[in-house]
């Protein structure tokens, strides 16, 4: 085996690819704003500089391992350093920490903090910049941009969408969009991924809270909300207990105490998608036509198609998503009360803040999900009524739309509608080939994935891509022949909604942790697969009858 040495310790040199992640490795947590494993190397923030052996100082990660080097990561020279990076970018920042929506979860705030800065002793020559509140997803504040160009990357080499780039060089240099339009005038899809990796308030989540509590204290007003599901495995972590962690019984008793009037889970809209969906793949798989089928519930998908991919959206199953569905069937049952009824939607996403405001899911202008708040809004919500999160006994949703299927609480990981719709598809139903679906390669965080089922006797072939700049690919792989699939599920965030930009930030451990919750979530479940929710043959009986198409379904083609 080869060994470096770092801070006088040897150190086991196992294919990583600079010695950033080497030295992390040995237990130091080298401060970086602009280094993240999953985007190319930049190397423009130089606080992870290191010295060598012969006292060259260097960034740690855009170097690579050799063996036999000796790094040092905490000299005198390299504390002075870093403290001089960190006031330089503390002179050209607002230092507003208290009222920032990014306070307590900035990393130059927490690097200050770290390096004991006391005082900034550079002048401040940046010239205001207005917020670009334009997007209903997030917000842009560049006078808190540090340069990183973390979002750059994100937006670029992830998601491949290119709504904003670098503009300008030397001391006018700054993120913007092209020609500086608003963001809501660009390619933006909303995916919000760019303030996941934003270590500053510079991309925020936009925070609709204040609109929430007025409706929330209004008599007159019933507030209904519905809980994503993968907000019960991702909210956790900040409120007291461990990353994955199910507790969702616990934001239902909060929620109620919130003064929310009724509370119920958008893993039962799931169960619907679920049905049409399969119905939908069924017909088609039959006549051939517009195959392969791409899933409809990632917004964020559904407008990165729209741009680039029209001829494509024929393909695009015509289910709502199942937020949209359960948000229907809601309405569509209070439709003759007395008080005003709105819906809210606790979402791990900040796209499905653009969804809800799309003219398809409004009736008379009115739409179906009034507001869209992200699990990192939820938090301020429960922090805000002064909740103790962690004291909160749990409780179940109302009726009479309480009940739910595994099916419906896969849906928040990678793979999850897929191997919810395959459950309904099977014609084998015992509990083995329940199972056995597990492992056809629909589970498992990896950004494209492939699947073949035995369905009906015919072999079903199916990707499943989280991350655009993969969706993207797989459909020029499939647009020059080179693959061919009979159904694709899309999910623009990387891992799927568990990691979904409205989300608690979080790593690679820390989605995986989220997807064993709802996997967990699932095995515990009584009712494993979609349709043997009751709430779905009542409904069918009952209410949707002559309304399927109506409630449930969305044409995107215009
Ligand atoms: Fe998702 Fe969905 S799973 S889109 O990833 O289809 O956001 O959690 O609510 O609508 O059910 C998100 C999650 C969510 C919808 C469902
Ligand atoms: Fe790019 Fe997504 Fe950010 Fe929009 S929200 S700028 S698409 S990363």
């Known amino acids: 085996t080869e060994f470096m040495v770092i801070d006088n310790m040897p150190v086991e040199i196992n294919g990583e690819r600079n010695i950033l992640d080497v030295i992390r490795k040995a237990g130091i947590d080298l401060p970086t704003f602009c280094y993240y494993s999953e985007l190319s190397v930049y190397g423009a923030c130089r606080m992870c500089v290191v010295e060598d052996q012969w006292g060259t100082i260097q960034a740690a990660c855009s170097t690579p391992p050799k063996a036999g080097m000796e790094i040092r990561t905490n000299t005198p020279r390299l504390r002075k350093y870093r403290k001089m990076i960190l006031e330089l970018l503390l002179s050209n920042h607002c230092r507003d920490c208290t009222t920032c929506e990014k306070n307590g979860k900035c990393k130059l705030q927490e690097l200050a903090q770290r390096f004991g800065i006391k005082q900034v002793r550079f002048h401040n020559t940046s010239e205001d910049s207005e917020l670009d509140t334009s997007s209903l997803c997030i917000v842009r504040d560049k006078s808190k941009c540090i340069l ?101 019984g616990r934001i239902v008793a909060a929620l109620r105490r919130i003064g929310f009037d009724e509370v119920f889970d958008t893993s039962t809209g799931a169960d619907f998608t679920v049905l049409e969906e399969a119905e939908e793949f069924s017909k088609r798989l039959l006549t051939g036509e517009n195959l392969p089928l791409f899933t409809s519930c990632c917004p964020a998908w559904v407008r990165y198609a729209e741009q680039n991919y029209p001829q494509l959206l024929k393909n695009i199953s015509t289910c709502r998503s199942p937020m949209q569905m359960l948000a229907s069937i809601l309405k569509e049952h209070h439709r003759n009360d007395e008080k005003r009824v709105v819906v809210v939607a606790v979402m791990p996403c900040t796209a499905k803040k653009q969804e809800a405001a799309r003219d398809e899911f409004k009736e008379d202008g009115v739409p179906y999900v009034d507001y869209v708040i992200t699990t990192q809004e939820l938090i301020h919500l429960i922090k805000e009524a002064n909740l103790i999160f962690s004291e909160i006994e749990p409780e179940a949703v109302d009726m009479p739309f309480g ?33 056995a679906i597990a492992f056809t390669g629909v589970r498992g965080m990896q950004g494209v994935k492939e699947a073949r089922i035995d369905c009906n006797g015919r072999e079903v072939k199916i990707a499943i891509v989280s991350g655009l700049k993969n969706a993207d690919d797989l459909i020029r792989s499939i647009q020059q022949g080179e693959k061919q699939y009979d159904f694709v599920e899309v999910m623009s965030c990387p891992g799927g909604c568990i990691g979904g930009a409205g989300q608690p930030v979080t790593n690679r451990d820390g989605k995986y942790n989220r997807g064993a919750g709802l996997y967990n979530a699932d095995r515990m479940s009584n009712i494993k697969r979609s349709e043997e929710n009751p709430i779905i043959k009542e409904l069918y009986d009952g209410m949707l009858k002559g309304k399927v198409h109506k409630l449930l379904h969305v044409n995107y083609l215009k």
Do not use: H, Y
Not at 184 to 192: E, Q
Not at 218 to 233: C, F, G, L
């Open 148 to 248: 990183c160009g973390d979002c750059v990357r994100m937006c670029n080499e992830v998601q491949n969408v290119g709504a904003i780039e670098f503009a300008f060089r030397g001391s006018k240099m700054c993120v913007s969009t092209a020609f500086d339009e608003p963001l809501a005038n660009t390619k933006c899809v909303g995916c919000g991924q760019c303030s996941v990796v934003c270590p500053t308030g510079a991309i925020v989540v936009r925070n609709d809270t204040a609109k929430l509590w007025k409706e929330l204290s209004d008599n007159n007003t019933k507030v209904i909300v519905q809980i994503a599901p993968a907000v019960r495995v991702g909210i956790g972590k900040e409120l007291g207990f461990s990353e994955g962690q199910n507790v969702m």
């Open 403 to 435: 009940t739910t299927s595994g099916s419906g609480v896969i849906f928040g990981v990678t793979g999850g509608v897929t191997e919810a719709v395959i459950r309904r598809l099977s014609d084998d139903k015992s509990s083995f080939a329940l199972r």
